[in-house]
C-alpha cells in the first residue's frame, strides 16, 4: 500500500456521518472509555446530551462517537473490556473470618 506523506486526515470535529459507539450518564465513565479508545488509536468525540455537564452534572448525559471505518473495533474493544472487569461485589481480598 502505497503512503501519501502529504495526506492529512479529517479532524475528528469536522468529520461527518460519526457513530455513537457509548453513552452514559456519567462523564467520568465517558472519560475512561474515551480513553481505553484513544489507547486502542481510536479517535472519538465527546459529546454533552441536553445539558452541559459542568453546569448541570448528571442531566442528559454524554455520548462517544467514532469514525464508521472505526466503530465496529471500538464496540468490540469496549465490550471486551467490560467483560474483563470484575464484578462489582467481588473482592481481590481474601474474607476475614
Do not use: Y
Request: aromatic share 4%.
Amino acid at each position: 500500500m502505497a503512503t501519501n506523506p502529504n495526506f492529512q486526515p479529517t479532524p475528528i470535529r469536522e468529520e461527518r456521518g460519526l457513530v455513537r459507539v457509548f453513552d452514559t450518564s456519567d462523564e467520568a465513565e465517558a472519560l475512561v472509555v474515551q480513553g481505553l479508545l484513544e489507547s486502542n488509536e481510536i479517535e472519538s468525540l465527546l459529546t454533552n446530551l441536553d445539558a452541559p455537564q459542568d453546569v448541570l452534572p448528571g442531566v442528559g448525559g454524554v455520548v462517544l462517537r467514532v469514525r464508521s471505518s472505526d466503530a465496529d473495533e471500538a464496540r468490540f474493544i469496549i465490550e471486551t473490556f467490560r467483560n474483563d472487569q470484575p464484578a462489582a461485589e467481588e473482592s481481590s481480598e481474601a474474607e476475614i473470618p
